[in-house]
């Protein structure tokens, strides 16, 4: 049969997600979700947005500006509500980088950006991490116009930079737009937010995805100078003014109201993710230094395919990113401490039947 798609849409890659199985009931530890439900005040706000559901929700999102803004310390022209902060990365790609001014992003980072430029024809610039995996900034000092993006901490590797190094890059280019994508940041990265007021060319992206158990509900935000956040908001409403419903903002905002318990849940996320980390080495796993809710781990002795194939068979999913410096590497999200133990004590049954 004819296609009927236009010509500049036939080859662009689409991103693959992670598998949301439906076959049976799995240890999910493919997709960065939080293994920790929503809070009870979320579920009632949740509950109460429901009711009105015939009404369209409030394109400029202005409660949930207003409370992210105190939260911030900042204006709620400073923030963007968005869906998922996937959209903030569309909307910056699409706004700041074309086929001559190129995005500057690493080799082995979120897959959803080549998506982006191949999307929006935009040039990609890949610059190589190193062999260990961490990032050298410097590439990212003295260039010309165009976007710069790093996920801070990065992805799949969890590795994180410091505050230190964005600002040196925000002031050493400054005719870039520095767009840090923050989605695993409150697992122990340091937040480049305070310098979002110093630098008008820093975009940081938010979710609420990871950190405030709200992958199913789709919200993110921008944080960013006024001007930089209205244009953002320009293309927000050349495409879909109402990326945001109402299911969304009002929990939202009760996430933000009951912050301590999505921060506990986010200390036991790190302190799970480091128990895990020591209990992989035992068992001759070498991994990166992560900081976000998922650890990344070789393994010497079996490779990446074949350890997610016989987790897989043994109910429990993660992810393996297929490329050629990730092919070695599973990715395994942070579950509670019992999804963990499982996890181990599948891994040390796969390694000594392996031997
Ligand atoms: N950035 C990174 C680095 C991610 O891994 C993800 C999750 N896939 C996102 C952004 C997007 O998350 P969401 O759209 O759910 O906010």
Redesign the pocket.
């Known amino acids: 049969m004819n296609s009927f798609l236009i010509s500049k849409y036939k080859d662009v890659e689409p991103y693959v997600p992670g598998e949301q199985p439906r076959d049976k009931k799995y240890i999910k530890l493919n997709?960065?979700e939080s293994p920790y439900p929503p809070s009870d005040r979320v579920l009632r706000a949740v509950e109460e947005s429901a009711k009105n559901l015939q009404l369209y929700p409030d394109p400029a999102c202005r409660d949930l500006r207003a409370t992210l803004a105190g939260s911030l310390g900042l204006k709620p022209g400073n923030i963007l509500p968005t869906n998922?902060?996937?959209?903030v990365?569309s909307l910056s790609f699409m706004a700041y980088a074309h086929d001559e001014k190129p995005a500057y992003y690493a080799d082995v980072t979120?897959g959803?950006y080549d998506v982006l430029s191949g999307l929006f024809g935009v040039k990609a610039e890949h610059f190589a991490l190193e062999n260990d995996f961490t990032i050298d900034i410097n590439r990212y000092c003295g260039l010309g116009s165009g976007l710069i993006v790093i996920?801070n901490p990065n992805?799949p590797t969890g590795i994180a930079i410091g505050v230190c190094e964005i600002e040196k890059i925000c002031k050493e280019s400054p005719d870039c737009v520095v767009l840090i994508?923050e989605?695993?940041v409150e697992f122990g990265a340091e937040s480049c937010v305070g310098l979002v007021q110093k630098y008008p060319n820093l975009i940081v992206?938010r979710?609420?995805?990871k950190s405030m158990s709200l992958?199913g509900a789709?919200l993110?935000y921008a944080i960013a100078n006024e001007e930089r956040i209205r244009e953002l908001e320009t293309l927000k409403y050349t495409l879909n003014p109402y990326s945001v419903n109402r299911t969304a903002l009002a929990a939202g905002i009760a996430a933000v109201e009951d912050i301590e318990y999505y921060r506990n849940n986010c200390r036991l996320v790190a302190k799970t993710r480091d128990k895990t980390a020591e209990k992989l080495k035992e068992l001759g796993f070498e991994l990166t230094d992560s900081k976000a809710n998922f650890v990344f781990c070789r393994h010497p002795g079996v490779p990446a395919s074949e350890l997610s194939d016989k987790l897989r068979k043994v109910g429990i999913l993660v992810r393996h990113f297929t490329g050629e410096r990730t092919n070695d590497w599973l990715r395994i999200s942070v579950g509670t401490p019992e999804d963990m133990n499982q996890l181990i004590a599948a891994l040390a049954k796969i390694l000594t039947t392996n031997h």
């Open positions: 997709t960065n998922g902060s996937d959209e990365l979120y959803f996920a992805a994508d989605a695993y992206s979710t609420y995805s992958a789709r993110g």
